[in-house]
């Protein structure tokens, strides 16, 4: 059974069950629109995923059959009257971008789980995760550009990377609405599941995360992250270096054990 963090706030709730960290955006009544509360208790989830030894990966989601309809810039400038968040405010360094994924992000995989509304911030979001599971009638789209705003999440940087140039400016500079089925040709996205079902479906991913080796996934994020845009040559000396202390890990002799012994192996990252 989840278990409530108690570094849940008002428009965010955290939950543990198990190696999983499941960070919900809780303000239904806006489509789940950020705002600093929400932001507040964001930055503290991905901080707490990459410091806690026992997760092994995260999933974000939005209360009610909505994942996040973008900023709302009334309510991030509005301070909140917790007076824990209050505090936390004052004490995070730029948490708007560490709640964004832009800065600071997590040592672990983060699945997002979308149903509805997933538009502005909310798909700015879904480009910081590592994974994306999208219900069948939800809504993506950089809608910035339409009110004369700009992606400040890092879309217009991290989206050509990810999807390539041409695909990336049909999203960012019409600011159209984007479909799920175009979202995975583009290959912006993993998955479309029945509406109703992504939170399932991405509990069911992160089991499978969190059975493969923490030492393993952790490495192989931070090897893309650092080497992405570096040659060949380079990027795969940096490969060796991440990938060396894996192969000669705890783990590792534990998951060739297992395989011997046809059984579920037992990791515990180191």
Known sequence: ????????????????????????????????ALSSAMLIGM???????????????????????????????????TPS???????????????????????????????????????????????????????????????EAMRGLFPMGGSAIRLPRQIGYAAA??????????????ALAMGLINKIVPDGTALAAAREMAGQIAACGPLSVQAILRTYRETAHLPEEEALKISDEIGWP???SEDAKEGSKAFKDKRPAIYHGR
Not at 10 to 30: K, L, Y
Not at 84 to 108: C, M, Y
Not at 169 to 182: K, Q, W
Request: glycine residues 8%; hydrophobic residues 40%; proline residues 5%.
């Open 169 to 182: 400016m049909d999203i960012l500079l019409t600011a159209r609405s984007v479909t799920p089925e175009e």
């Open 81 to 143: 009257t917790d007076p824990r968040v209050q505090q936390r405010a004052s004490e995070i360094k730029n948490f708007h971008w560490k709640g964004l994924l832009r800065e600071d992000v997590p040592t672990k995989p983060i699945i997002s789980a979308i149903e509805g509304y997933a538009v502005a911030g909310g798909t700015e979001l879904l480009i910081g995760t590592d994974l994306r599971i999208v219900a069948a009638s939800a809504t993506l789209g950089l809608y």
């Open 43 to 77: 930055a503290d989830a991905w901080a707490y995923i990459s410091a806690t030894p026992s997760v092994r990966v995260g999933i974000l989601t939005g209360a009610d059959g909505q994942f996040c309809a973008g900023a709302d810039l009334k309510a991030m400038g």
């Open 1 to 32: 059974m989840a278990e409530r963090l108690s570094i849940s706030t008002e428009h965010c709730t955290v939950e543990q069950d198990g190696p999983v960290v499941i960070v919900t955006m809780n303000r239904p009544e806006a489509r789940n």
């Open 246 to 248: 894996v192969i000669g």
